[in-house]
């Protein structure tokens, strides 16, 4: 199934680390772009980064610059999200989403045809 498997979040204190991971069971995966969005609680879901089919272009909202770092393992079909010096207002379901035709890192969330079940990131100060 092409949907996508996030595993990695959980509690933290601000300031720390946390590594997202997500995982697609589809042999188009390493053609098409991906991504990881967030849904902060009250509030709707957003765009946090992409990254192009092949890896070399990267997207990422303001908020999240110099901070999180999007990456890719065609070879393993997987998507990764580096997240340092964590704030709380980083607090939200992240999920990882892939695209079924769009192969440019695109950051419109309507361009992500599959999503996974979201997994939570919660950052205390």
């Known amino acids: 199934a092409p949907e996508p498997v996030e595993s990695g979040g959980g509690s933290v204190q601000a300031g720390a680390s946390l590594t997202l991971s997500c995982e697609v069971s589809a042999p188009i995966f390493g053609s098409f772009s991906a991504g990881w969005f967030r849904q902060p609680p009250g509030k709707d879901r957003e765009f946090v980064a992409t990254?192009?089919?092949?890896?070399?272009?990267?997207n990422y909202n303001d908020f999240v610059k110099g901070r999180f770092t999007i990456s890719r393992d065609n070879g393993k079909n997987t998507v990764t999200l580096q997240m340092n010096s964590l704030k709380s207002e980083d607090t939200a379901v992240y999920y990882c989403?892939?695209?079924?035709?769009?192969?440019?890192?695109?950051?419109?969330?309507?361009?992500?045809?599959?999503w996974g079940q979201g997994t939570q990131v919660t950052v205390s100060s």
């Open positions: 989403a892939t695209s079924g035709g769009d192969y440019s890192g695109s950051s419109e969330m309507h361009r992500y045809d599959y």
């Open positions: 990254i192009d089919w092949n890896g070399s272009v990267t």
